[in-house]
């Protein structure tokens, strides 16, 4: 009779341990969950925050850049965000020619704007998707050569690393 007594209280303990166990792995992944639709929510929720910059020219003027490091303006007299503009050996509509044909082999770019003194684009990031603005704008041309003023931006974040002046200095050697 004891042992039978004892197999029960044995069968009891087990199961009691292995509810402990099975409530703590599933309060273990309620915590994940929460966690992640927390974190995803924020995602969200910031994406949906983003307002589109003012782009485009003003009075002969590419937008200014924002007070953080991952703008660079070539009509901008700020030593951190100034780049110098792209000279290019030919006139505007070639220049605007070569320019969109870049634009076309460039991986996740699609050209936005493209007017006759002006071309707007976007450039979204691999992993992230974040979205750069990339603006050319030919406000003159002479016997010389064109001169291309250059404006790229991220939307979001602080620090881009120094991608828009990479992708600006890339463009430069391209176009010569």
């Known amino acids: 009779m004891l ?8 069968a009891n303990e087990k199961t009691d341990c292995e509810n402990r166990q099975q409530t703590a792995l599933t309060a273990r992944i309620m915590k994940y969950i929460a966690v992640n ?12 925050s983003i ?3 003012k782009l485009g020219i003003d009075n002969g003027q590419l937008s200014s850049c924002p007070n953080s490091p991952n703008c660079v303006n070539s009509q901008s007299n700020d030593e951190k965000q100034g780049i110098p503009a792209i000279l290019f050996p030919g006139n505007s ?3 605007k020619t070569q320019i969109l044909k870049l634009l076309g082999e460039m991986k996740r770019t699609k050209v936005v704007v493209s ?9 979204t990031s691999a ?8 603006e050319f704008y030919f406000p003159e041309s002479d016997e010389n050569g064109t001169t291309i003023e250059v404006r790229s931006a991220s939307r979001t974040g602080h620090s881009d690393f ?3 002046r990479k992708r600006v200095e890339a463009f430069r050697s391209l176009l010569k």
């Not at 639709?37 to 949906?48: A, K, P, R």
């Open 3 to 10: 042992d039978k007594h004892l197999k029960f209280a044995n």
């Open 37 to 48: 639709i927390v974190i995803f929510g924020f995602l969200i929720l910031s994406g949906c």
């Open 51 to 53: 307002t589109m910059p």
């Open 93 to 95: 509509e070639q220049a």
């Open 115 to 123: 007017e006759e003194d002006y071309i707007h684009a976007e450039c």
């Open 127 to 134: 992993i992230f998707r974040f979205v750069d603005d990339m």
């Open 162 to 164: 120094g991608v828009n």
